[in-house]
């Protein structure tokens, strides 16, 4: 299993471009989520996916989007990127919703100028 | 919004020795925790987790403790090797989300 990929891996916008960080798992997982990571203040949800069609706000929800068409795929957009999205994105995603492991991707980190 | 703290942001010790790594969570209603280990330029890897029916749990070389009664979650790693000088971070799911800590940074001295 490849686990849980993303692409890409680092990416640079200028302020109001549009883009889509990909995420993909290969292990079946029914929970896939989005977080950004931002120093000193730990790991931030985002959005997140309980199942396919399934979709739900975290703590961090504004200016970006999420679908779940697919168990496998969870990617997540910005509509119009700010300077203040300049952050590392990590997909995560797990069995089950509730009490189980997390598995995470490698990461892609985003500047916006 | 939940706060889970740790109380060392950095924390140094020497090869060989115990390694103690403390959280605070914040949520009672929190029954899953888990610890993450993050080197540099990667994501987060899961090590070890612990339900809220337990209050000790032992992997290979980590032992995790809960104490509910104060919310305080502890790692402890047992004979510290250079390869283990990373970021932790602990993790508490209340619900359908977790609610990470900001971190510790731990550098083993060789």
């Known amino acids: 299993n490849a686990g849980v990929t993303q692409t890409p891996k680092f990416q640079v916008l200028k302020t109001g471009q549009s883009m889509t960080l990909q995420c993909a798992q290969d292990?079946?997982?029914?929970?896939m989520s989005w977080y950004r990571q931002d120093p000193g203040m730990g790991l931030r949800l985002i959005h997140y996916?309980?199942?396919?069609?399934?979709?739900d706000q975290g703590e961090v929800p504004n200016g970006y989007n999420v679908s779940r068409s697919t168990t496998e795929d969870f990617p997540l957009r910005l509509l119009s990127a700010a300077p203040s999205q300049t952050s590392v994105y990590f997909c995560a995603s797990s069995y089950q919703t509730k009490g189980d492991t997390q598995y995470f991707g490698p990461g892609t980190r985003l500047t916006v100028l | 919004g939940e706060s889970v703290g740790l109380h060392l942001p950095t924390l140094s010790v020497q090869e060989g020795d115990n390694s103690i790594i403390n959280c605070a969570y914040s949520n009672s209603a929190s029954d899953y925790f888990i610890w993450y280990k993050q080197e540099s330029g990667k994501g987060p890897q899961f090590i070890i987790d612990?339900?809220?029916?337990?209050d000790k749990r032992q992997g290979q070389r980590v032992t995790v403790l809960l104490n509910k009664t104060v919310k305080h979650l502890s790692l402890q790693i047992a004979a510290t090797q250079p390869g283990d000088s990373a970021v932790y971070f602990c993790a508490e799911k209340p619900g359908n989300q977790f609610y990470f800590g900001t971190g510790t940074s731990l550098t083993v001295i060789p």
């Open positions: 612990i339900r809220s029916n337990m």
């Open positions: 292990m079946n997982h029914e929970y």
């Open positions: 996916s309980v199942g396919a069609g399934i979709t």
